[in-house]
């Protein structure tokens, strides 16, 4: 095995095994860290990458941009080097050192609007990525993907209790007015769940909160908003890529794949039809972006 396929090998075991990453984060980092270490050359080792500093990731960026890379790419590109270098820093005996610090590229501002499948995931994962401990990350990547995959309001999500578990193909969800409906889980959600469950110091009885703050309490909605703020200013996405950005995506997509308005207003939980056909106005672009015969992560595995 040359050296580079060694380097890339603890790197792909570290995202897998050690930090528990998807395997959407894997493979996007993986990639990332090939063409990382083609662009320094045959004989690059940890040393080398943990010796990068920030005009060396600006030259990398810089013919990653010439090929046609976009902005959000390039922000999600530059999110996978600065792990990168905190793995090879560690690697390297070098770990109470920190990455470069570098911005990631500024997107224009535009009408608001639903995130992509890919951004919504790509949103939970960088959100995950950038917590300071372990099973923050896990929690901020189990509510995003949650929002997402099962198109709940905030609130619904953070007043969960763990008496929903073990979860299932659906869970109850009370809603505005204290009606309650049923909403599905598709198993990317009930993997990002059962992966944090998995990794949160706390109790988990059935009165217990299912979303939990650093101190243990229930999760407030505004460290929700922080950590998503964070990652799409990582991605360059724009500041209308909100929490409640991914419950109008779970509606946009449906949308488009065919799903009927009054089936729509029971997943959403409007209590009017009114509310829901807010959702055919959604321009027609954003419409033949998106999956057109099932929601996209319901075919995650």
Known sequence: MNKRADLLEQWHAHLAFGLRRSPHTVRAYGDAARRFLEWLGDGADWRQVAGCKAADMRRYLAMRRGGGLSNASAARELSALKALIKFALAQSGNEDLAPPRLRGPRVAKGLPRAVTPDEAVNLAETAAENADIDWIGARDRAVLLLLYGAGLR??????????????????????????????????????????????????????????????????????????????????????????????????????????????LQELLGHASLGSTQIYTKVDAAVLLDVYRDAHPRERED
């Open 154 to 263: 905030i609130d619904e999500a953070l007043s969960l209790d763990c008496g929903i578990l073990p979860i299932g193909a659906t869970i109850t969800v009370t809603g505005k007015g204290r009606k309650q409906r049923v909403a599905p889980i598709v198993p990317l959600v009930k993997q990002a769940i059962e992966d944090y469950l998995a990794r949160q110091p706390w109790p988990a009885g059935p009165r217990d909160p299912l979303f939990r703050g650093a101190k243990g309490g229930r999760l407030s909605q505004g460290v929700v908003q922080k950590a998503t703020a964070r990652a799409r200013v990582l991605l360059g996405l724009p500041a209308s890529a909100t929490p409640h950005a991914l419950r109008h995506s779970f509606a946009t997509h449906l949308l488009a794949a065919g799903t009927d308005l009054r089936s």
